[in-house]
């Protein structure tokens, strides 16, 4: 008997062509290179930059300049799952492949008005790559600008060869007894403070403390939080700052970590840092703040004890 469509498996099939359809975008975009890369806008008659996405991925545009967000136009807009402006970053990830040769524009306008006024991108799908971060520039970079972007790239690596040194030496101290031969731990003992949590009138960034505490040895201190995502896109702290309430002294973090990845949209995850050996009084206040690596969600914990 010849095959034929009825209307009972007829769900069946669009569904198991949708999971295969969707089965292909995923097996597509998980053998693409992932690319950060920084880029100077088009000027007018020139080329509009193109950026690969690819379904699935999240791709973050930053801007060098405020944006006007509610100028942003985006063609096919119903084909993403996120399209998440911020005040210099737009974050998108498609739902689905864009299809060979397509173009979908993306325009928005700057806030201040000066020229280019616009920023236009051309998202397309490439099958080798795809960009999971685009810096843009509304201008080349004098020399001297450059020169100084260096130096201040040079001195943060500085910084974390002498961080990644002192977590190499902590390394091997993985139980109460490695701690003690380590002179981690002496007979001062551990000290522990709650951090309180946040009421959510008070959130930043649409991210909030849902509870913490502080560890204080002779030799380390630690702070653990533990932060809900409010928002619309994943999080990630890459850089914790750890300042005195009275005297703006900075005290040197040496490492932020966590479990997961990053905190998506509605998860908490547990943040932890650890910091320099203490050399402040036990129970001396701090203000910390977390900084992603966009710096457009910052989240402030105003009153730590350690």
Same mark, same amino acid.
């Given at each position: 008997?010849?095959?034929?469509?009825? !209307?009972?498996?007829?769900?069946?099939?669009?569904?198991?062509?949708?999971?295969?359809?969707?089965?292909?975008?995923?097996?597509?975009?998980?053998? /693409?290179?992932?690319?950060?890369? /920084?880029?100077?806008?088009?000027?007018?008659?020139?080329?509009?930059?193109? &950026?690969?996405?690819?379904?699935? =991925?999240?791709?973050? *545009?930053? *801007?060098?300049?405020?944006?006007?967000?509610?100028?942003?136009?985006?063609?096919?807009?119903?084909?993403?799952?996120?399209?998440?402006?911020?005040?210099?970053? =737009?974050?998108?990830?498609?739902?689905? $492949? *864009?299809?060979?040769?397509?173009?979908?524009?993306?325009?928005?306008?700057?806030?201040?008005?000066?020229?280019?006024?616009? !920023?236009?991108?051309?998202?397309?799908?490439?099958? #080798?790559?795809?960009?999971?971060?685009?810096?843009?520039?509304?201008?080349?970079?004098?020399? $001297?600008?450059?020169? !100084?972007?260096?130096?201040?790239?040079?001195?943060? @690596?500085?910084?974390?060869?002498?961080?990644?040194?002192?977590?190499?030496?902590?390394?091997? !101290?993985?139980?109460?007894?490695?701690?003690?031969?380590?002179?981690?731990?002496? $007979?001062?003992?551990?000290?522990?403070?709650?951090?309180?949590?946040?009421?959510?009138?008070?959130?930043?960034?649409? @991210?909030?403390?849902?509870?913490?505490?502080?560890?204080?040895?002779?030799?380390?201190?630690?702070?653990?939080?533990?932060?809900?995502?409010?928002?619309?896109?994943?999080?990630?702290?890459?850089?914790?700052?750890?300042?005195?309430?009275?005297?703006?002294?900075?005290?040197?973090?040496?490492?932020?970590?966590?479990?997961?990845? /990053? =905190?998506?949209?509605? $998860?908490?995850?547990?943040? &932890?840092?650890?910091?320099?050996?203490? #050399?402040?009084?036990?129970?001396?206040?701090?203000? @910390?703040?977390?900084?992603?690596?966009?710096?457009?969600?910052?989240? *402030?914990?105003?009153?730590?004890?350690?």
């Amino acid at each position: 008997m010849p095959f034929s469509f009825s !209307a009972l498996n007829l769900p069946l099939v669009l569904g198991g062509l949708l999971l295969f359809t969707a089965a292909q975008a995923q097996s597509a975009s998980s053998v /693409r290179e992932r690319r950060d890369r /920084r880029v100077v806008l088009p000027r007018p008659g020139e080329p509009v930059l193109e &950026v690969p996405v690819a379904a699935g =991925i999240l791709t973050t *545009l930053v *801007l060098d300049s405020a944006l006007d967000r509610a100028s942003v136009e985006l063609e096919g807009r119903t084909r993403f799952k996120l399209v998440d402006v911020g005040e210099r970053a =737009i974050n998108l990830e498609p739902v689905m $492949e *864009l299809g060979a040769g397509e173009h979908l524009m993306l325009r928005v306008r700057f806030a201040d008005g000066a020229f280019p006024e616009h !920023a236009v991108f051309a998202l397309v799908s490439h099958p #080798a790559v795809v960009d999971t971060r685009v810096e843009a520039s509304r201008r080349p970079l004098a020399p $001297e600008a450059l020169q !100084a972007e260096l130096s201040e790239v040079r001195a943060q @690596l500085a910084a974390k060869d002498a961080e990644l040194a002192a977590l190499r030496a902590r390394g091997d !101290a993985s139980s109460p007894s490695a701690l003690a031969l380590a002179g981690l731990l002496d $007979e001062a003992g551990v000290s522990a403070r709650k951090v309180d949590d946040q009421p959510k009138k008070e959130m930043q960034s649409s @991210l909030r403390v849902m509870a913490g505490f502080s560890l204080r040895a002779s030799a380390w201190g630690v702070v653990s939080v533990a932060v809900k995502n409010y928002g619309k896109t994943p999080w990630t702290p890459t850089e914790a700052r750890l300042t005195r309430s009275t005297g703006g002294v900075t005290v040197q973090v040496l490492g932020v970590h966590m479990k997961q990845p /990053r =905190i998506g949209p509605g $998860e908490v995850g547990t943040v &932890v840092m650890e910091t320099e050996d203490p #050399a402040w009084d036990r129970g001396t206040l701090f203000r @910390l703040e977390l900084v992603d690596s966009t710096g457009t969600r910052p989240l *402030l914990v105003p009153s730590v004890a350690l």
